[in-house]
């Protein structure tokens, strides 16, 4: 057969990997494909010094990409919703198949995107766009197809992970952590989107769209950072058997859909608890299954480019097949799709890590349990720590039972109106993952 040929836009980190794993590897890569894979052209707005470009075109313009008439497939690497957009609506448009690593761009505007590459009988792939090298996307969306997934759970994002594993091992606050994270390249200089959850919640709602056959609602995914986490409440959730980790978690309820990222107490002895530094792993339970666990690196050069690269040759294989006898590209065929309500968090039932800064002084611990009790919270845990110096608060840590958000929140309320508490009280969610 012919050779596919395929543009790639964007040379940055992910961008120069792909090219530098399509060239490398091209012999093994031609032979899983069926036809070699060429890369016909670049669009770039600087040289990467990682890259030997050789002989293959180059050129400042996407447009230029997009338009040539030789490409089959085009790679978007740029990132971002407005030029990565249009480099996806332009392919699509030229009848091109596109292949994307980008997260923000799928869960925002994907609707729209797999809308209009069913009307041109064209393919979009995003493998890479969850959790970087982890198959996670094929894994849910084709090998687990004969289940009804029940819920997910992931470690989604490397860099909260990284962040917490340092503050439980070194006993490091978050700040410290997050500057350390930014020197070694894991963080970026603005890591809002790492820290404070918006980077998983764009790939959980991915996972979550595939997982039960729901349009992509990015809008409705509650999402929570890490930058509010205390060394102390790393350092009692140990003491109580948990870790805690940055978690995006979704299930299926009779309610609807559970769809949220937040900060996670976790039994130690679950296997998500044990993945540490900037790995990334995801839990899927289906009913006929059961649990299934994937751990790998959810990001760099080699593992997202290893996950952009499959997609290229998946393509390649079937470029002159209908484009019925493809994958549907949210698993489920559109004309399928169940528009479930996600539930606000006010109705997502889950336990609670509680810290109550409080008077060292008698009657207290049963004050704040009689307040809990008339919100119908039950208390599964509870450590009561004296002060660390003279003058200092008392400390009270609870872990309760299963409760909806809405009873909890008028619970908090009512203990930090009571004259022996002091300050906010932390809350941390907790999830067994059973």
Known sequence: MKPVK???????????????????????????AGREIIIEQVAMR???????????????????????????????????????????????????????????????YGTEIFAAAEAKGVSVMYEAAVAGGIP?????????????????????????????????????????????AQALGYAEADPTFDVEGIDAAHKLTILSSIAYGIPLQFEHCYTEGISKIAPEDVEYAEELGYRIKHLGVSSRTEKGIDLRVHPTLIPENRPIAKVDGVLNAVTVNGDAVGDTLYVGAGAGAGPTASAVVADVIDLARTLEAPASTSVNHLAFDSDSIDNLRVLPIEQVETAYYLRIQVQDKTG???????????????????????????????????????????????????????????GRITRIRVEHLD
């Open 364 to 422: 207290v611990l049963a004050s704040i349990a009689t307040t809990l009790s008339q919100h119908d919270i039950n208390i599964e845990a509870l450590i009561q720590k004296e002060p660390r110096m003279e003058n200092d608060l008392a400390q009270i840590i609870i872990l309760t039972h299963k409760v909806e958000e809405a009873r909890m929140n008028a619970a908090i309320e009512a203990v930090e109106k009571l004259d022996s508490t002091h």
């Open 6 to 32: 395929v543009g790639i836009c964007g040379l940055g980190t992910v961008g120069g990997g792909t090219f530098n794993v399509l060239t490398n590897n091209a012999k093994d890569i031609a032979r899983r």
């Open 136 to 180: 996670i996307i094929k894994a849910v969306r084709e090998g687990l197809a004969a289940n009804r997934i029940n819920w997910l759970a992931g470690i989604i994002n490397g860099t909260g992970n990284f962040i917490l594993t340092e503050m439980r091992d070194k006993g490091r606050d978050f700040a410290d952590v997050l500057a350390e």
């Open 46 to 108: 600087h040289p990467n010094p990682d890259v030997e470009l050789g002989q293959v075109k180059t050129t400042e313009d996407v447009a230029d990409v997009i338009n040539n008439p030789d490409i089959d497939i085009v790679v978007e690497l740029i990132g971002g919703y407005t030029v990565a957009k249009d480099v996806v609506m332009g392919a699509i448009e030229n009848g091109k198949h596109v292949v994307t690593a980008n997260k923000a761009l799928i869960a925002v």
